[in-house]
Each structure stands twice: as C-alpha cells, then as structure tokens.
Nanobody
C-alpha cells in the first residue's frame, strides 16, 4: 500500500521560506518520478515541480522557477520542496504525488497522492 505523507507546511510572511517534505512508503521509491502540486482556494490543482527517478532531472512551473527547488533522497524515500521568496499567491494546499516510469506534469498521470499540507503566505 503506497503512502505519501507531507510535512513542513505552515504560515510564513511574504519573502520567507519553507521546506516541504514528503515521506514515501510501500513503493520502490527510486523507480518513481515524484511531483508536487498545489491547489489554492477556488482554483484547480496545478503542477508545481517534478523530479526524475535519479534526482538529476527537475521541472518547474514558470510561476515558481527560480524560487522553488525540488530534491530527493532515495536512501530516505523522501522528496523535498524548498520554497524561497514566497508570495501570497503561493498560498495553497501542497500535495506530493508519485508515478512510476517517466516524467509528467499532468496530475492525471500520477497515481499516488498524499493528503496535502497547507502553506499560507501573509502579505
């Protein structure tokens, strides 16, 4: 049974930083592409970032490029999202997702999801 558990969300002022973590279990972690998505109130869930199985390939939405950094530790079955220079528009529930095989940005291509962690950025 695949389980993804996010942590690290919270309330931060604009310009601040947060680091999200997602601990995975029940899957061969190093064989999975890992992604982060977010959903703001009243909006659809959107792609934020993804990282390839070996951690060498990373992908970002234009809205977070240069501010967010995704990384993974395959020995710890954990993926991270370092978020810097946060803006109020980054406020959302952030979800970790996993998919076997190759890179994707469409949420329909990810078959395992965490429960989400709230990130709130005050102005």
């Amino acid at each position: 049974q695949v389980q993804l558990v996010e942590s690290g969300g919270g309330l931060v002022q604009a310009g601040g930083s947060l680091r999200l973590s997602c601990a995975a279990s029940g899957l061969p972690f190093s064989s999975y592409v890992m992604g982060w998505f977010r959903q703001a109130p009243g909006k659809e869930r959107e792609f934020v970032s993804a990282i390839g199985r070996g951690g060498f390939s990373t992908y970002y939405a234009n809205s977070v490029k240069g501010r967010f950094t995704i990384s993974r530790d395959n020995a710890k079955n954990t993926v991270y999202l370092q978020m810097n220079s946060l803006k109020p528009e980054d406020t959302a529930v952030y979800y970790c997702a996993a998919r076997p095989g190759y890179y994707a940005t469409d949420e329909a291509d990810f078959d395992s999801w965490g429960q989400g962690t709230q990130v709130t950025v005050s102005s």
